[in-house]
């Protein structure tokens, strides 16, 4: 079965940083793009960032996270990064991992920032930065 597995999150600074992990199992993984969800208590799950299949050459990110955060893959490791530098308060949420329903590229560019293209979640890690 297909199995995401967050972690690193935890407690960080105003203008720190977080570099959160995602292990996956139990699919061809270097066949789907990856992707990077938050949400908060009382709000709605917001995208984060999306990792194009293979290569990982491709990638996307919400405005607010644009130079600030990096996405990458390791598909040797089966693993999915999410590097988060000069972190804000407005940063702080769950952070989850999920996989692209769709394999290959087909439809990625226009659909990689919507949860409901979306099929496999993680548990979650949470992150918090104090103020």
């Known amino acids: 079965q297909v199995q995401l597995v967050e972690s690193g999150g935890g407690l960080a600074q105003s203008g720190g940083s977080l570099r959160l992990s995602c292990a996956a199992s139990g699919f061809s993984f270097n066949w789907y793009g990856m992707g990077w969800f938050r949400q908060n208590p009382g709000k709605e799950r917001e995208a984060v960032a999306a990792?194009?299949?293979?290569?990982?050459?491709?990638?996307m990110y919400v405005d607010s996270v644009k130079g600030r955060f990096t996405v990458s893959r390791d598909n040797a490791k089966s693993t999915v990064y999410l590097q988060m530098n000069s972190l804000k308060p407005e940063d702080a949420a769950r952070y989850y991992c999920?996989?692209?329903?769709?394999?290959?590229?087909?439809?990625?560019?226009?659909?990689?920032?919507?949860?409901?293209?979306?099929?496999?979640w993680g548990q979650g890690t949470q992150v918090t930065v104090s103020s």
């Open positions: 999920a996989k692209f329903r769709q394999r290959g590229g087909t439809n990625w560019s226009s659909r990689a920032l919507y949860t409901e293209d979306y099929d496999y």
């Open positions: 990792i194009n299949f293979w290569s990982g050459a491709a990638t």
